[in-house]
């Protein structure tokens, strides 16, 4: 997953940091941690019938992440088109965010844990199985029923290292209006083939992680970020930014009556479903970008809340390690029901919480910095900012009378 930092990342280009980005994917990865807790009372009410509701619907964070993903990844790669070193730096950067917290995940999880507890693992599916873990392929055996080690929800950081795997070699020659005709184009055949995999008879645990059908949430984004680099088109958006959070929210009721409330299995959540999440969570992101707008204005002042920026930036480690600590925490569940009866599911989904949030900040910085700090050594040669205009250059155009800044 990209960080957190929206664009602090060195570029070449006039990208910059975006606090309301930290924001949103604080909310992804609280949706999606909420989503895993699994230990809900039969008959909820009240305050635990409402987080019923959100762990029910907590699976679209992680269609909220995939449209951030598509939106950074794109800025950062049109920003570096004319670098020398585009693809090694790149790739470069990636491995070092992703693999050592990654790597470390799956030699405690799938090697060090069986060799000291023998007893609570499967020793045959280690052997068997793991293997789809280690080379990001594990979305597309995981429907299959192989072993999961408790890293079941690895199935999206393997969605994500394909699209990174690929993305760079579209993005090189393009600019961004072909690159979101393109983009446009990868979005519909991503519904097309989600449509015929269900009606043939495809479980909706494949439509779900097969990454040929999640592809329209990341191309979603990345058509944000080419839009934007769109000087007459980025100068459109901040006219119509008014509307983007109202049209956004209508768009966005109007799935949840056809979708039976985003139903994750469900055939019309997982067709036109994700593509409605995915347009919606576009729009918001667009919204948070530009920032033009009373509304605008508020869902970025929302989204920056200190706190809620922390959670945005350590939710790459919590989502590499809630999902065991949840598993972990099990034994737990009846002392909870003990103490706090049939509303134990909120506080006992609060400790998951903040116990994922003190791993991810431990590993964050006990490993995942240090390999950070590396990237120092990766950055793109160019200086002459990016191979096409962006939003930025626009902003420079208006602020100076008609004519671009140098």
């Given amino acids: 997953m990209v960080e957190a930092s929206g664009f602090k990342e060195h570029s070449t280009g006039p990208s910059r940091h975006i606090p309301a980005l930290d924001g949103l994917r604080g909310i992804a990865i609280l949706l999606v941690v909420v989503h895993n807790t699994p230990y809900f009372p039969a008959d909820p009410s009240g305050l635990s019938w409402l987080t019923v509701v959100v762990r029910n619907a907590g699976w679209i964070g992680v269609q909220l992440f995939f449209v951030l993903s598509g939106f950074l990844i794109t800025r950062q790669l049109l920003d570096s088109q004319r670098s020398g070193n585009y693809y090694r730096v790149f790739f470069a950067r990636r491995m070092l965010r992703i693999f050592p917290l990654y790597y470390a995940a799956l030699l405690i999880g799938v090697v060090l844990f069986p060799l000291v507890f023998p007893a609570a693992t499967d020793g045959g599916a280690s052997r068997r199985d793991q293997i789809w873990l280690w080379v990001f392929l594990f979305n597309w055996a995981h429907p299959f029923g192989v072993a999961d080690f408790g890293f079941g929800h690895f199935w999206s950081l393997a969605v994500e290292e394909q699209f990174y795997l690929i993305w760079p070699f579209v993005v090189r020659k393009r600019d961004p209006r072909a690159l979101a005709k393109l983009c446009s184009w990868v979005a519909l055949a991503a519904l097309v083939i989600r449509v015929v995999m269900r009606a043939s008879g495809a479980s909706p645990q494949m439509v779900y992680e097969f990454t040929v059908g999640r592809m329209d949430a990341l191309v979603i984004g990345a058509i944000v970020a080419a839009l934007l680099g769109i000087p007459s088109v980025s100068a459109r958006a901040r006219v119509l930014a008014p509307w983007l959070i109202p049209i956004g929210c209508l768009l966005v009721l109007i799935g949840a009556l056809l ?40 869902l970025q002042a929302a989204l920056s809340v200190p706190l809620l920026r922390s959670v945005g930036k350590y939710s790459y480690g919590m989502y590499v390690i809630h999902y065991p600590i949840i598993l972990g925490m099990e034994k737990l569940v009846p002392r909870f029901q003990a103490v706090f009866g049939q509303r134990y599911i909120f506080p006992l989904m609060s400790v998951s919480i903040l116990l994922s949030y003190a791993a991810a900040f431990l590993s964050y910085h006990a490993l995942e910095k240090h390999f950070l700090r590396l990237k120092r050594w990766f950055v793109p040669t160019s200086v002459s900012g990016p191979a096409f205009e962006t939003v930025q250059d626009d902003a420079r155009v208006r602020r100076s009378g008609g004519a671009s800044a140098p």
Avoid at 286 to 293: N, Q, Y
């Fill in 259 to 298: 979708t039976q409330g985003y139903t994750r299995d469900s055939a019309a959540t997982q067709t036109f479903g994700l593509s409605i999440l995915a347009v919606f969570f576009a729009s918001i992101l667009l919204a948070s970008v530009i920032g033009h707008g009373s509304w605008n204005r508020r």
